[in-house]
C-alpha cells in the first residue's frame, strides 16, 4: 500500500503522477491530486482542472479570465481547442 501525500490516507489503489522534471507524488484520489497540482488562475483563482488557457507563461482557466487580465494579447484568446494566439 502507498500513503495519500495530501491526506495521509494508506490506501492499496493509491496511485503515482510523475511530473516532466521527474517529481514523483502519490495520491489515493484525484481530488487530492487536483488539490496538490492543478495550477490556479491568475485571475479568478480557481483550480484549473481543464485545458484552461496559456498567455506569456501565465495560466488561466478559461479566455474569458485571460482577456480580463492580459490585454492585447489576452484578446487574441479563445475558448477552443487548438486555438492560440498568432
Known amino acids: 500500500m502507498a500513503t ?5 490516507n494508506d490506501y492499496w489503489m493509491a496511485f ?3 511530473t516532466v522534471s521527474g ?10 491530486a487536483i488539490h496538490r ?8 483563482e480557481t483550480k484549473i ?12 482557466c478559461c479566455a ?3 482577456r480580463a487580465t492580459e490585454g492585447d494579447q489576452g484578446a ?3 475558448d477552443a481547442v487548438g486555438a492560440r494566439p498568432a
Open 4 to 8: 495519500c501525500e495530501v491526506c495521509g
Open 16 to 18: 503515482e503522477v510523475r
Open 23 to 32: 517529481d514523483v507524488h502519490t495520491f489515493d484520489c484525484f481530488e487530492c
Open 37 to 44: 497540482m492543478a495550477p490556479i488562475c491568475e485571475h479568478c
Open 49 to 60: 482542472v481543464g485545458h484552461g488557457v496559456e498567455v506569456s507563461g501565465r495560466f488561466f
Open 64 to 66: 474569458h479570465c485571460a
Open 76 to 78: 487574441e484568446i479563445r
